[in-house]
């Protein structure tokens, strides 16, 4: 949506405010949306290209400088979109428990406060302590994807 409101123009604008966290989210937006944008613009903002290459982490599947290809255009943001509602609603589903009425309320995440709550277990439990441990800790292989895709 930022390419269809041109806000190219306005980005660069903002790029001249002298402050660092300011410059660096406007990179990070200019760098967003540069695929759509067209090799005329890149080639007539080399300087704006050479400050989001030097300031804004990239990734190793990154397509930003490399707008080429002829299916992209301004208003394919709907697979993105989808892709980002999805990201924010498993996000929210993790920090918060939702209401009957569509309200999020939050989750106590605090881990004093977790780890201080007192859990009543089995009567048998403390005398298959060790069982219990080799069975549901040691011997389950550690999922780390899943483990790190949420950190």
Known sequence: MLVVFK???ILKRALKVKQAMMQL???RLL?????YLGRQW?????KSMSAIYQMVRHRMNDDWAYGNDID???WDFQAEECTLRG???SFNSRRYEKNP???FAPVDNCLQSVLGQRIELPEDF???????LEREVFSRPIQWEELLQYS
Do not use: C, G
């Open 31 to 35: 760098k967003l949306q540069t695929k």
């Open 126 to 132: 403390h005398y298959t302590y060790e069982l219990w």
């Open 72 to 74: 992209a255009r301004p």
């Open 42 to 46: 890149r080639k007539s903002n080399m």
């Open 87 to 89: 990201n924010i609603e």
């Open 101 to 103: 009425n569509w309200e």
């Open 25 to 27: 989210y406007v990179l």
């Open 7 to 9: 806000s190219a123009p």
